[in-house]
């Protein structure tokens, strides 16, 4: 299981996977269906109760508005 940590670190060097996580956001919003499943394929060690933070950080990020 992989953290939010090692997951940031493999964006940073990672083609596909930034390509994945720019799909996500292309509609400057991230679902909780979307979340989920990109939690489960990439077996990431976080809960649906974090996706609040996550969508805060995002937004401080500039990620989405």
Request: net charge negative; aromatic share 6%.
């Amino acid at each position: 299981m992989a953290t939010i940590e090692e997951l940031i670190k493999q964006y940073e060097t990672d083609p596909e996977l930034k390509a994945e996580v720019e799909k996500i956001l292309e509609d400057q919003k991230i679902t909780i269906g979307e979340f989920m499943g990109f939690v489960k394929k990439h077996d990431v060690e976080i809960s649906l109760s974090d996706f609040p933070k996550v969508i805060q950080e995002a937004k401080d990020a500039g990620l989405i508005k």
